[in-house]
């Protein structure tokens, strides 16, 4: 009874050795013209990355998915490069970001919007609503307890049909594709499916002479980073400013009509950043 157990357990043990040689013979050519597909967010990615790491699935196929049923096709051996950038094709829409806790932050925003949209090389606005807006602006400033709160809902009221005409804009398929950049260019906050914040890099002059506003790039997930921002006044040597955690800054004291260059960085914590240092903005002092 003894041999018979230790002649079984020798069978099963050459059985099962033998299975993983066949079994690990086999793992190279398992992924060989298989289709996986991922959302395309940034926990997907990952994943999707991890899969193309692995022995044997380096030349299947894996579609990144979006929320909208469209899919970014990887063709076999290619790599995957984990880079969480605004989907072109979704309807994102602008924000008056102006909550009135400080009234000196929100006149400043109120005139920053005005400025911006005078002479918009997107949207057209007409000089009227400028107008309006630029009184309700006014007035809000001047106003003192207890009508201060009617004057900041006149002047929202002033600016929401301006606000209007760039969501109207970017509401146009055509127009999707620069919709952020558009809205961003108004100085309007964007938001896009969900309600989560979108931006590209870029930067706007300040109605403080001399002064630019830079806008960063934010990770359309929602991961958390810090942005790295810098300056040149001749697009060779360039000069870092203040890290910050918003992605929006200041840079000012130029003269007018000083050329200046800067660039931008999102840094988010992984290894392997997927963010790296934007291309040059150009924008002259004024």
């Known amino acids: ?3 018979k157990i230790v002649t079984f357990v020798i069978v099963m043990m050459s059985y099962i050795l033998e299975w993983k040689k066949v079994a690990a013979a086999e793992v190279k050519p398992i992924g060989e013209g298989l ?8 926990k997907g990615r990952t994943l999707a990355e991890k899969l193309r790491r692995r022995k044997g699935f380096e030349n299947s196929i894996i579609i990144l998915t979006d929320d909208h049923g469209t899919g970014l096709k990887l063709e ?4 995957i490069i984990l880079m969480s950038l605004p989907d072109p094709n979704q309807v994102v829409k602008g924000v008056l970001n102006m909550t009135g806790d400080n009234k000196s932050v929100t006149v400043e925003l109120g005139r920053q919007i005005i400025s911006d949209c ?3 090389i997107h949207v057209s606005v007409a000089s009227g609503l400028l107008t309006v807006a630029t009184t309700s602006v006014n007035n809000y400033e001047a106003a003192h307890e207890p009508a201060v709160h009617e004057f900041y809902r006149d002047m929202i009221d002033a600016f929401e049909p301006i606000l209007q005409l760039f ?5 146009v398929p055509a127009n999707r594709s620069h919709g952020i950049s558009t809205l961003q260019s108004g100085g309007f906050h964007v938001v896009g499916p969900g309600g989560n914040h979108l931006a590209v890099f870029g930067v706007r002059t300040s109605v403080v002479a001399g002064q630019f506003l830079l806008t960063g790039n934010v990770d359309p997930d929602g991961i958390r980073g810090l942005h790295d921002w810098w300056f040149s006044l001749d697009n060779i040597n360039w000069t870092r400013l203040r890290p ?5 800054t200041k840079s000012g004291g130029y003269t007018r009509g000083q050329l200046v260059y800067f660039r931008h960085e999102l840094i988010v914590e992984d290894v392997d950043n997927p963010y790296g240092l934007s291309d040059p903005i150009s924008r002259t002092a004024s």
Do not use: I, Q
């Open 1 to 3: 009874m003894k041999n």
């Open 35 to 42: 289709k996986f597909s991922f959302p395309n967010t940034w």
């Open 76 to 79: 076999r051996g290619m790599p």
């Open 118 to 120: 005078t002479s918009n």
């Open 167 to 171: 969501n109207t804009f970017v509401k």
């Open 244 to 248: 910050t955690k918003n992605n929006h």
